[in-house]
């Protein structure tokens, strides 16, 4: 699909995803253990059943949106079956990634994403150690361009520090964190995190927030409109997240901590920041006053935001002076540009300045994670 352009526009995504294996978790833990960690079964083209501690629960699955769409996600779905593609496969992936032109990307879990369901934190620890073991294999030690994110049993802020700092060792560069926490939990704003923040500023960890993971639920919408009312609310959560990391003083307290919110666009980010802004400087008499700068400052030196199609996230950094914009892929969800990466790229990007578009393909990824090298350009 690549020859349709005369220019590879190479990239780096801030937004991607491995499977783990069916039997990552029998293979490594005693079963006892294994029995109570997230697993999901298809039960049809169209619904999938996801088992967590005991409770179960039927989730449906995207449709796809054009039959170049379905019969691309047939082949996917027939390729993950047998192992390949990439998804759970760092050899295989890197194929994949050189024919889209992707350079290097952030790498979040799959069935990770769930671990914030579960309540027992040594659980959530036995099962942390063997995802992150599992992706310095299969990912860090095959090659610096994946950047995967730590998994932590956040049921225990200190677990989950002590899993940090050996996720440093391993060679991560990232920690992921879902957009909010079950209510026995401190809220992202807490001091109760703040020796994390320490542990990841000081290791050089970049907290990694992917849309689409509050542990709280939202009440769905039906229809008429459902689907796309639905869609549209998983992405406020990273927006709230990143005002708490902003409004509860971890910046401030961190100026060498970098925030990033995955696949929730970015024209958001000066916007938000315009809100949190206008509540410092009017409601400031019911502040506890932490803040020395705007916070609209912190969210635009420290916060990153990575995209897939919004037209709008590149006039945020092209007109808002909102820098910290990052294309994503989103490979392998259907979300995500796979297999028209560099359709997309070029539909954003070609009108554009050079410095724009180096920017927010290659600029504000490599600020953050330098260690993935340079694209042959
Ligand atoms: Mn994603």
Known sequence: MTDVFTEMLWTCSG????SEPRDLFTNSLPKALADRLPRSEKISDTEEMVHIDGQSFRRKLPKPSSPEMAEARKKFSEA?????????????????????????????????????????????????????????????????????????????????????????????????LPVSLGEEMPRWNEDGWDVLWSACEEAGLVVAFH??????????????GGAILNYMETTFGGQKAAAMMVAGGALERHPDLRVLVSEGGATWAPFIGDRLNEAYRQHYMYDDGRLRKLPK??????????????ETAVPACEHMGYRNVMFGTDYPHIEGTF???????H???????????????????????????????
Request: proline share 7%.
């Open 211 to 224: 849309i689409g993971t509050d542990a709280q639920g939202i009440r769905p919408f039906k229809n008429p």
């Open 80 to 176: 993950m079956a047998q192992g390949g593609l990439g998804a759970s496969n760092g050899r295989e992936r890197m194929k994949a990634l050189d024919d889209q032109g992707v350079w290097g990307e952030v790498v979040f879990p799959s069935l990770g994403l769930w671990y914030g369901e579960l309540k027992d934190p040594h659980l959530v620890h036995e099962a942390a150690k063997v995802a992150n073991d599992f992706v310095k294999a299969e990912l860090i030690d095959v090659s610096p361009r994946f950047v995967p994110t730590a998994t932590l049993p956040l049921q225990s802020v200190e677990l989950s520090v002590q899993e940090a700092q050996r996720a440093a060792g391993l060679g991560f560069k990232a920690v992921f």
């Open 347 to 377: 539909e954003l990007l070609d009108g554009v300045t050079p410095e724009i578009s180096h920017r927010i393909r290659l600029g504000a990824f490599l600020e953050l994670f330098p260690s993935v090298g340079q694209p042959p350009i």
């Open 339 to 345: 297999p028209h990466t560099q359709k997309v790229l």
């Open 15 to 18: 937004d991607s995803h491995f």
């Open 297 to 310: 400052e912190y969210i635009m030196e420290q916060v990153y935001a990575s995209f897939q199609h919004d």
